[in-house]
């Protein structure tokens, strides 16, 4: 599903390039659960955004279902954002004026699906993320691990295939971010391909593979990638 390929990312200092990804290359196949590691400043942030289009790499190349991030547009990048990934961030980054279903609603509302289809769809998500009491609340009535799970089902309202998260469970308490990590491996199950960043090696453990970045180097990779 995801091929990337000799990637280096450089960015300006002043006057200087420095470098945070160093000719990484490495193949994701669908329905894998895989987490990225490293040291603060090993580049694996970097290597997730430019894995969700949002970052382009100095040089190499990426494919995701055989498209080329690299050749594409900005609209043809965020309609692919849109419809095949889903983005859980850390903070959560929740609109405070709209409800947890508005929030929800919030990329359907991009994709122009219509108004019953969307109310409809961020309800059952809700539910699905065992928020569906707090469906009318707003983001300040929520406690953080709430927050977290309304995030996670804004990320799943256009039906994307990729799902990528970063330090998802990095503002939260150990129970309420093994909770999370529960609920992403159970959408894994049912075929979600994720891939995450995280410090904390027991949010790692629910991976299925583990790719340890140093220095913007891959320096180990505990699987391989399924039925390439």
Do not use: W
């Amino acid at each position: 599903m995801i091929t990337i390929d000799n990637i280096h990312k450089s960015y300006l200092m002043g006057k200087e390039a420095v470098p945070a990804l160093r000719g990484v290359s490495l193949e994701i196949a669908q329905g894998e659960f895989v987490c990225l590691m490293g040291p603060s400043g090993s580049g694996k942030t970097t290597l997730l955004n430019i894995i969700g289009g949002l970052d382009e790499p100095s040089r190499g190349h990426i494919t995701i279902d055989g498209q080329n991030l690299v050749a594409m547009s900005e609209n043809e990048l965020a309609h692919l954002r849109l419809h095949k990934m889903g983005f859980i961030f850390q903070n959560y980054n929740l609109l405070a004026n709209f409800t947890a279903q508005e929030n929800v609603e919030a990329p359907m509302v991009l994709a122009k699906a219509n108004r019953k289809e969307r109310r409809q769809r961020a309800l059952t998500l809700l539910e699905k993320v065992g928020l569906a009491d707090r469906a009318h609340h707003y983001p300040s009535e929520l406690s953080g691990g709430q927050q977290q799970r309304v995030a996670i089902a804004r990320a799943l309202a256009n039906h994307p295939t990729i799902l990528i998260g970063d330090e998802v469970t990095g503002d939260l308490d150990s129970e309420t971010g093994l909770a999370i990590m529960r609920l992403l491996a159970s959408l894994n199950a049912e075929g979600m391909t994720i891939v995450f960043v995280t410090h904390d090696a027991r949010m790692a453990e629910f991976a299925q593979r583990v790719i340890h970045i140093s220095d913007g180097k891959l320096m180990s990779d505990n699987g391989k990638a399924h039925d390439r």
